[in-house]
C-alpha cells in the first residue's frame, strides 16, 4: 500500500514536471503572432534574441516602446548601449544589463499566463501589473 502510494505520487510529479517543461519550450513571447512564412523574424534578424525569436523583425522595436509605455521608462533601463561618432547608438544586443535578463523572464511568464490560464483570456500584459511602474505596486494602500 505504502509502496504503491509512493509510486502514484512519483508518477504524477514526474507528468507535472514534464508539463511544466513543455509550457516552457512554447511560452517563446508574449507578442509574437504565429508569422506568415515570408516574414522575416527577431531571431534571424538581431543579433542576441533568446525568446522573441518567432516575432517579425518589424515588430520588435514597437514591442520595446510598448515595454518603454508599460513601465515608464526609456531604453536605457534594460540596454547599456554607447552612441557613435554618427550619433548612433550601438550595443542592444549586450547582456551586460541584468535588467534586460529580468526583462527577458518577464517576457516568458507573460506568455505563459496567456497560454497555460483560461481565466486570463489572453489579455496578459507588461501594462497589466507594472501601470507604468518600473517596479510594480504589490499592495493595496493602507486603509485607515
Ligand atoms: C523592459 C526592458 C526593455 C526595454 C525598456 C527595452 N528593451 Fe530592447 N530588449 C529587451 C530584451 C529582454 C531584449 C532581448 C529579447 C530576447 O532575448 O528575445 C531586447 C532586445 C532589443 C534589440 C535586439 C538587439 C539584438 O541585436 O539582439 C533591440 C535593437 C532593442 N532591444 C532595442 C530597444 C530600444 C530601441 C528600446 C527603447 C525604445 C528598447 N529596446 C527598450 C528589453 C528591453
Ligand atoms: C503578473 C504581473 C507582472 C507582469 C505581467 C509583468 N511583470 Fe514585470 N515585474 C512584476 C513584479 C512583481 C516584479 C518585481 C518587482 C520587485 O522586484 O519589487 C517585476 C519586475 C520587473 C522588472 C525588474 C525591475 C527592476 O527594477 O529590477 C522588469 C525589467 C520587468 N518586470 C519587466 C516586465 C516586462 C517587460 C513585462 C511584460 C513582458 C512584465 N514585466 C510583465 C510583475 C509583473
Partial sequence: MGMEVRSV???VLGALAAGLLGAVCVAHSSNAQEPAKSVELSGKKFKNIKVLKDLPADKLIPVMHEYNTALNVKCSFCHDTTVGPDGK???YEKDTNKVKNQA????LMTGKLNKSFKAVDKQATC???HHGHPEPETHAPEVK
Avoid: L, S, Y
Wanted: net charge positive.
Fill in 104 to 107: 527577458r523572464e518577464m517576457i
Fill in 9 to 11: 505520487r512519483v508518477a
Fill in 89 to 91: 547608438r550601438t550595443g
Fill in 127 to 129: 501594462f497589466m501589473c
